[in-house]
């Protein structure tokens, strides 16, 4: 079954030299079965080392030749694309090619996998080749790029959350920065560096403001590895009414070129249902009754303001497959899921919009994985096939 609605596409186009906009009026057709389980594996007929042992929560990779890179024990355990073991690298420590217990994995089109150990002052990253060897561990904080970024900005602290390296004198990285302001207030920063041969090529610097409410609205971004774009978005700023119609906003910034488009599509506010207002809290024995107290005030505080705002923001959040932008709205149906309006980053052209069953860890050259629990209760991965059609083929 189909679901349409006339909806409204704005799209700016905006450069160095000016602007340009235009409207794309349009019948919307939500596609329905777009994902086809194609591959379940990490549980059983594999060597030990390489069955799956972290529950649920896999961070996934895909590399451009099909392989699978899961995120697991401490290390990144490589699967062909059928799911047969194929090669292991790091290990728990803090040593070259090493790395901590939580850390955070990337990989580019060029295939450079670059692993970022979540250390506070000590933090560093190891970094990986196409061909899966170890290239070199680098420290974050005695680098230039960090002498660099404590000279042009005046944060009070920053940390590193992902480096996407297309070779070791490329790289992108995200940062998250505070700054304190008035004394004793705190401002919140994404930055995206493009850093090239040991030089700030582009800086694209984000408001991160913290509104405690994810109904309320919050930034979210992405960056797509292939196409070096951020995609991103404030949910609770980037969105307007007009003509009693609802409108979010997405951006995408060109980080080589320094230029964005912006996109506006018209969305159906879902209301904030009482089961997410209303919640019953639970304490563990002996919890402190100071404590107790101050988180009920808390709650009745967020009770209050989510009975306010009725409705939630536009998006979840945003994914991105090469030029494709997946856009998870909180628009739901029973028995199909949730609407993701996808468009092309290239042109800001809308393309299609699917009911997604859930949230992918990762959508990838036309495949979404998910990390999840088979009936034995074993840690698996799941590879599905992304129907054509979602791309608009």
């Known amino acids: 079954m189909r679901y349409s609605a006339i909806l409204i596409v704005l799209v700016l186009f905006l450069t160095g030299c000016g602007s340009e906009s235009f409207i794309i009026e349009e019948e919307r057709t939500v596609l329905t079965d777009v994902l086809t389980l194609e591959l379940t594996f990490g549980a059983e007929n594999l060597p030990d080392e390489f069955l799956l042992v972290e529950p649920k929560f896999l961070p996934i990779m895909a590399a451009e030749n099909g392989d699978i890179i899961v995120d697991d024990e401490s290390r990144l355990k490589i699967f062909d694309s059928n799911g047969n073991p194929k090669k292991i690298l790091g290990r728990p420590g803090q040593g070259p090619g090493e790395f901590d217990r939580f850390f955070n994995s990337s990989i580019t089109s ?17 970094l990986f080749a196409p061909d899966y060897t170890f290239v070199e561990r680098k420290s974050l904080f005695a680098s230039h790029l960090y002498n660099e970024l404590r000279k042009n900005y005046e944060w009070s602290e920053f940390y590193y959350q992902d480096i996407y390296s297309y070779s070791p004198k490329e790289q992108v990285f995200l940062i998250d920065a505070r700054k304190i302001i008035n004394g004793n207030q705190i401002k919140y920063y994404y930055a995206y560096i493009y850093y090239k041969n040991d030089s700030i090529m582009s800086t694209l610097l984000l408001d991160n403001e913290q509104t405690g409410l994810a109904e309320d609205g919050f930034l979210i971004s992405t960056y797509s590895d292939s196409t070096m774009k951020v995609v991103y978005s404030n949910t609770g700023i980037h969105r307007f009414v007009k003509n009693k119609r609802h409108y979010y906003t997405i951006y995408v910034y060109d980080i080589k070129s320094e230029t964005q488009i912006e996109i506006l599509r018209e969305y159906t506010p879902m209301a904030i249902p009482d089961s997410v207002i209303y919640r019953t809290l639970k304490f563990p024995d002996n919890y402190p009754e100071n404590l107790k107290e101050r988180r009920k ?18 998006l979840q959040f945003i994914m991105t497959d090469k030029n494709f932008i997946f856009a998870f709205t909180y628009e739901y149906v029973k028995d199909k899921g949730t609407v993701v309006d996808i468009f092309d980053s290239e042109t800001g052209e809308y393309i299609s919009s699917s009911y997604f069953p859930f949230k992918p860890s990762l959508i990838k050259n036309g495949y979404a994985y998910e990390p999840g629990i088979n009936e034995e209760g074993f840690t698996v991965v799941e590879k599905y096939k992304v129907s054509p059609a979602v791309y608009g083929k």
Request: net charge positive; charged share 25%.
């Open 297 to 314: 005030n808390e709650e009745k505080i967020r009770i209050k303001k989510l009975k306010k705002l009725k409705v939630y923001a536009p």
């Open 110 to 126: 060029t295939g450079y996998i670059t692993g970022v150990n979540m250390g506070g002052p000590t933090s560093s990253y190891n």
